[in-house]
């Protein structure tokens, strides 16, 4: 039986301005912890992963744990590709640019387009086969030249595409769970959970716990990861008051942006034309991409759908 979900016209910016100083701010000084007092990029993880409870404790009051196995499947898919590709990015911030990474990683609904695409059997619209083009093209340009106009391809570039793959998958997956009713504190909980899940890992990474880093490392890195793990949330509330159509353009462009140029102001490196073109480029297809899937999904969301006995709709909803 369809539903109808009233949203409130314009409390969703406030939220959203929230989510894009929090995630601008974070991209910016993310690496400081390991760059400027060598705090391991395995211990920034652990952090990070501490700090999601808070968001996910906020986001389960008032709200329903979903605990059907399905809810919990696509919970874990969810959580370990983003605690995933989470773990990859710490690694990237400490040896590549901010202000070239994380426009890249932007890019990350060209590859839930392109699953839609293989596994829905979805027809693309014309403005993601744009932001898919510019996508591709930004990629090329970040490959051929650095910050300083120096060739790259390197560790850091590979990873960010990692990075990239991953958020991109666990987009996917997140509208997948959505399809079959899983409320979006069930899908942050199980998110703080797969975080946690992979602290081990990250701790293995890092040789250790790292006791002996100097006080600076550990407050700055839960200082940084706060303005994470809280813009995850912001991220939630902005969605449950907005239009998607509009909030995620927004914040998937406006927060690279606020991450580059506080990158350029700090550290006072201007990058190449090639990188420079790079960057508006994966802000431009990332936000094409955004755009253009989200109105397909409030198409879809607009036609009625059945449900079978296991909650899964009869026919592909994006």
């Known amino acids: 039986m369809p539903t109808t979900i009233s949203r409130i016209s314009r409390s969703w910016i406030p939220y959203a301005g929230l989510l894009v100083l929090f995630w601008g701010v974070w991209g910016a000084f993310s690496a400081v912890p390991t760059s400027d007092y060598g705090y391991p990029d395995g211990m920034v993880y652990v952090v990070w992963s501490i700090t999601m409870i808070i968001p996910a404790v906020a986001a389960l009051r008032g709200n329903r744990l979903d605990r059907r196995p399905i809810a919990t499947v696509y919970g874990l898919l969810v959580g370990l590709t983003g605690a995933g590709g989470q773990l990859l990015l710490f690694k990237a911030l400490t040896i590549g640019p901010a202000y070239l990474i994380f426009p890249l990683i932007a890019l990350s609904p060209a590859i839930t387009v392109l699953m839609a695409m293989a596994l829905l059997r979805e027809r693309i619209p014309r403005l993601a086969v744009v932001g898919v083009i510019a996508a591709l093209v930004a990629v090329v340009l970040f490959s051929v030249s650095g910050g300083d106009g120096s060739a790259t391809g390197g560790t850091w570039l590979i990873l960010a595409i990692v990075v990239c793959v991953a958020w991109g998958v666990q987009a996917y997956f997140m509208r997948k769970a959505a399809t079959v009713g899983v ?37 700055l890195a839960a200082v940084t990861q706060v303005l994470n793990a809280v813009g995850a949330l912001f991220l939630v509330m902005a969605f449950s008051r907005g239009k998607a159509s509009i909030v995620a353009p927004t914040t998937n462009a406006l927060a690279p942006v606020l991450t580059v140029i506080l990158s350029l102001i700090v550290y006072q490196r201007v990058p190449s034309v090639y990188a420079t073109i790079g960057i508006v480029l994966a802000i431009v297809g990332s936000t094409l991409m955004v755009y253009a899937d989200e109105k397909r999904g409030e198409a879809a969301a607009a036609t009625p759908v059945t449900l079978d006995r296991d909650g899964a709709p009869d026919v592909a909803v994006p």
């Open 183 to 219: 409320n979006d504190a069930t899908t942050f909980t199980w998110m703080t959970i797969s975080g946690l899940l992979l602290a081990p890992i990250a701790i293995w990474m890092a040789g250790g716990l790292a006791l002996d880093a100097p006080w600076q490392a550990p407050s």
